[in-house]
């Protein structure tokens, strides 16, 4: 069974960091690009950031670029988030989600964890 | 940057009634289009991919159908548990949302 487990949310401050993990498993994780993926509170889906299957390359959203860094480690089936300079804006569920095809960059999700709530607040 | 456009936001209606969702490209995508139902408090599924293709576990009543900017998700006879958001996705774009409710 394919399965992806956040965890790492909580409450922070504004201004703080945080970092997220998505720990893989039930599929060779070093075949498959992933994503982050947020929704704030009531809100709809705001992709953040990719990263290849050899975390070679990443891609973020103008949104978070210069302050969220993806990253993974292939030796341990975890993807990362550091998330830093924190902004009330930030406040969401963080959601990590597999690319739908092997070594494929770009495409549909699936599957996608159930996610970890960050709030943001002073 | 490609945009996509849901409509309706919010669609009412009743189990065993057919659901039509559309989603509208700002450009062209092909068929690089995809589609996910999201129940609250719980994570995305993935429900079509590429237009028309139904994901692993994916009801037959669900289809997706269109081509270039001009996309549909069909629920062919609504079941109690269908009542949702649905979002469609190409790359990193995902349409705002359309609430389906009884």
């Known amino acids: 069974q394919v399965l992806l487990v956040e965890s790492g949310g909580g409450a922070v401050q504004p201004g703080r960091s945080l970092r997220l993990s998505c720990e893989a498993s039930g599929f060779t994780f070093s075949h498959y690009a992933l994503n982050w993926v947020r929704q704030g509170p009531g809100k709809g889906l705001e992709w953040l950031s990719l990263?290849?299957?050899?975390?070679?390359?990443?891609y973020s959203a103008d949104s978070v670029k210069g302050r969220f860094t993806i990253s993974r480690d292939n030796s341990k089936n975890i993807l990362y988030l550091q998330m830093n300079s924190l902004t009330i804006d930030d406040t969401a569920v963080y959601y990590c989600?597999?690319?739908?095809?092997?070594?494929?960059?770009?495409?549909?999700?699936?599957?996608w964890g159930q996610g970890t709530l960050v709030t943001v607040s002073s | 940057e490609i945009v996509l456009t849901q409509s309706p936001g919010t669609l009412s209606l009743s189990p065993g009634e057919r659901a039509t969702l559309s989603c509208r490209a700002s450009?062209?995508?092909?068929?690089?289009l995809a589609w996910y139902q999201q129940k609250p408090g719980q994570a995305p599924r993935l429900l079509i991919y590429?237009?028309?293709n139904r994901a692993t576990g994916i009801p037959a009543r669900f289809s997706g159908s269109g081509s270039g900017t001009d996309f549909t998700l069909t629920i062919s006879s609504l079941e109690p548990e269908d009542f949702a958001v649905y979002y469609c996705q190409q790359r990193t774009t995902f349409g705002q949302g359309t609430r389906l409710e009884i």
């Open positions: 450009q062209s995508i092909n068929r690089y």
């Open positions: 590429d237009a028309s």
């Open positions: 989600a597999r690319m739908g095809v092997p070594g494929a960059i770009l495409g549909w999700f699936d599957p």
């Open positions: 990263i290849s299957d050899d975390g070679t390359r990443t």
